[in-house]
């Protein structure tokens, strides 16, 4: 039987300066647990995945805000934490570009997932909206707008 | 002027039933108390089918809680009845009497449905000493601290001392001092009579000013005159006009008020009311702005101050810099019940400042981080394993019941480290005593004096020592006396240059050792290439010399001659050798 192996960047301890966000990431985990494992009930089948999208956003963002707006983490950290999955480098990689600054979630930019080669709703600014007034939530993630603009 | 409360003897109230005492509740509301039977009513008791004049209704409880409680906590005070003559006098004047009389002064007349009265500084007698050496005359001190002589006989009264009765006064005064002095208090100087009942004493008083006018042109004793009581009297109004307010404690202060209400004094305890209700002074009005202390008024705060005001909070409530807006909403219940959360207009500028704020902070913490000196992680986790570690629990076990400990999760230590650390510990528990005092000593010997020495402070001993499972493995209690008496039998720290000898210094002298150690090298060089000249010079002299010996030769064997020569006592050598071996043959 071969050997397990794993990760070897997985089982290097953190870089200094994670004693500061642990605490923060440990809470991101619990609650992503708990979304987890709630009972999805009788929820719209689209609806049940909208809080795993929303923590991991949140955390995702978290992680991008100390390295790239508050400076308050290095970058051995913040390839430490992308490593281990303490945040989506694909969307961060999205964040830094123009018009993307706020996107919710990767699937609700992708065209080709879509019947008409088009966005998500969520990313319709709200100035652009026919009614303006409406409260929309888009179904891949419950995004109500995420447009630069909004 | 002393305010009168002499009555119309048309519209007095029959008089009360022995043992009965009238006083006046702070509310304003007259009230009843017998001191035998501790019972105090609002009607006026004895003739109760006489209607009393106007009996002053209950007070409303929710008018004014206070009042009523104030009115029945004073009750007990009185059942000595010179404290309720006192009370008394203080306070005996029925109301309607009051409301007539101040309508002179004007200033009430418009609020006819305020029943309460209004509370102003009232000058009264509060008691009298007769004075020694000419009898009838008693001296009278008002509550305000003032006096003035009374003769009862003639039923007259001045505020100036005449001339014969100043010795007794004079006499009086020494007397009271000296009882001061010695602290016989209960010989002092004021209340050494009894104040006669309130009313008569009014009565008098009121009479006595009467005949102050009649013989004011004998006597130019008045100091207190109409226009300062209208004084008083406007300043009371204006500011029990302009506050709005009920002031309860106001009869209880004036007892021990100060000797004449001047403008500042009631601006001053405006004041201090408003401060005890917890108003600003901007927030009532005593009609005077120019007089509030500073920033009392209406408190601008500008945009920076609200925004250093709530960042204020944020350090307050102990904040992480580091945590997410997210989290700060979700459990930031506290701070949201400060009032400082509501400087700021709205949820943007908020989370704007609180930006700002943790990226100031992590800058803070960053530096201090920077500037604190790197620790062995370990001295942290081994205090800790001495405090918490017995041999009763496993590894595994201590780690889980103290996984949140901060040793225990401080990521400089590899968990490894960590279990090795603790069965090392564990283990070395049960060794004997001896043997860990062995090595212990050993430990301690091993440390350079540089570090140990008998200047070492307890509580500084080295790393080297405190990160030593040797060290930690044995108790305080033993430990500490055998580490103190080791540094005493040590020398003192190295010397002097040395001690000071750090890194900069160190490096520093290296450098210029390299320095030196290169100019030797130099020189070594350069010696080493100057003999080389000398010697190729030395050299070429030598072969300079030769030759030139070689051509003195050449030119010592000149022409044919020199060679014939040489041929010839070549051949005569030869000759001269055979001739020897002949000659030896021979």
Redesign the interface.
């Known amino acids: 039987m071969p050997a397990i192996r794993t990760h070897a960047s997985r089982t290097k301890?953190?870089p200094?300066g994670?004693?500061?966000?642990?605490?923060?990431l440990e809470?991101f985990n619990i609650k992503m647990k708990d979304a987890q494992n709630a009972p999805t009930g009788n929820l719209p089948k689209a609806q049940a995945q909208w809080p795993i999208f929303q923590i991991a956003h949140?955390r995702t963002?978290?992680v991008y805000?100390?390295y790239y707006?508050?400076?308050?983490i290095s970058k051995q950290l913040y390839d430490w934490l992308l490593k281990n999955g303490y945040a989506d480098a694909m969307l961060i990689a999205k964040w830094k570009k123009q018009g993307y600054e706020k996107l919710c979630c990767l699937r609700c930019v992708q065209t080709k997932e879509t019947n008409y080669s088009s966005t998500c709703i969520c990313r319709v600014p709200k100035a652009q909206m026919k009614d303006e007034t409406k409260d929309i939530q888009c179904v891949n993630c419950g995004c109500r707008g995420c447009g630069s603009s909004d | 002027m002393l305010r009168s409360t002499h009555k119309p003897s048309g519209n007095a109230p029959p008089p009360l039933p022995p043992g009965w005492t009238e006083h006046k509740a702070p509310t304003g509301h007259t009230y009843y108390y017998n001191a035998a039977t501790k019972e105090s009513t609002y009607k006026r008791p004895g003739l109760a089918e006489i209607a009393s004049p106007a009996p002053p209704p209950p007070p409303i409880a929710g008018a004014n809680p206070n009042a009523s409680f104030l009115q029945h906590s004073a009750i007990p005070n009185l059942s000595n009845p010179a404290a309720a003559n006192a009370w008394q006098a203080q306070f005996n004047a029925p109301p309607q009497h009051q409301q007539n009389q101040r309508g002179g002064f004007g200033g009430r007349g418009g609020r006819g449905g305020n029943d309460r009265p209004r509370p102003q500084p009232r000058d009264k007698p509060k008691s009298s000493t007769p004075i020694p050496g000419c009898e009838p005359w008693v001296l009278v001190y008002t509550k305000y601290g003032r006096r003035f002589v009374y003769n009862p006989t003639k039923q007259a009264s001045y505020w100036r001392i005449p001339e014969k009765v100043m010795k007794g006064v004079i006499e009086l005064d020494i007397k009271g001092i000296q009882d001061k002095a010695t602290g016989d208090k209960s010989a002092s100087a004021e209340p050494t009579t009894e104040p006669k009942d309130g009313d008569t004493e009014m009565a008098e008083a009121q009479e006595a000013e009467e005949e102050q006018q009649e013989i004011g042109s004998d006597y130019e004793e008045v100091e207190v005159t109409d226009s300062e009581g209208e004084h008083d009297d406007d300043n009371g109004e204006e500011g029990e006009h302009k506050s709005k307010r009920q002031r309860t404690e106001e009869p209880e202060e004036e007892e021990q008020g100060p000797v004449e209400f001047s403008e500042e004094d009631f601006a001053a305890q405006l004041q201090a009311m408003g401060a005890d209700y917890g108003l600003d002074p901007g927030e009532y009005d005593d009609g005077d702005p120019d007089a509030w202390p500073e920033g009392a008024e209406g408190l601008e705060i500008s945009e920076s101050d609200s925004r250093e005001l709530f960042k204020d909070l944020l350090a307050d409530h102990g904040v992480?810099?580091?945590?997410?807006w997210?989290?700060l909403i979700d459990e930031g219940s506290s701070l949201v019940d400060d009032p400082r959360w509501t400087v700021l207009p709205n949820m943007k500028t908020r989370r704007e400042v609180w930006?700002e704020w943790?990226?100031a902070h992590?800058?803070l913490?960053k530096e201090r981080r920077a500037k604190e000196e790197k620790k062995d992680p370990r001295i942290p986790y081994l205090a800790f394993l001495q405090a918490k570690a017995n041999p009763k629990l496993y590894w595994a076990e201590f780690r889980r019941k103290y996984r949140k400990e901060p040793p225990l999760?401080?990521?400089?230590l590899?968990d490894k480290e960590r279990e090795k650390l603790y069965r090392d510990y564990i283990a070395r528990l049960k060794l004997p005593l001896e043997t860990q005092k062995k090595d212990l000593s050993a430990l301690l010997r091993g440390v350079p004096l540089k570090d140990l020495n008998n200047k070492t402070p307890h509580e500084n001993l080295p790393s080297q020592l405190l990160s030593d499972i040797r060290y930690v493995s044995l108790q305080a209690s033993v430990r500490d006396p055998l580490i103190q008496a080791y540094i005493e039998t040590l020398p003192p720290p190295p010397e002097e240059g040395e001690a000071v000898d750090d890194e900069a210094s160190r490096k520093e002298r290296a450098e210029r050792r390299k320095r030196e150690d290169a100019l030797r090298e130099r020189e070594k060089a350069v010696e080493e290439q100057k003999r080389r000249q000398r010697r190729q010079l030395e050299h070429g002299r030598a072969v300079l010399r030769e030759e030139e010996r070689e051509l003195e030769r050449a030119q010592h064997v000149d022409g044919r001659k020199g060679i014939q020569s040489q041929l010839l006592a070549e051949r005569e050598k030869k000759g001269a050798d055979a001739g020897a071996e002949g000659g030896d043959e021979a």
Request: hydrophobic share 25%.
């Open positions: 301890k953190p200094a994670f004693d500061d966000i642990r605490d923060d809470v949140q963002r978290y805000e100390l707006e508050k400076d308050a | 992480n810099p580091f945590s997410p997210e989290k930006e943790s990226r992590i800058q913490s999760r401080d990521t400089n590899a």
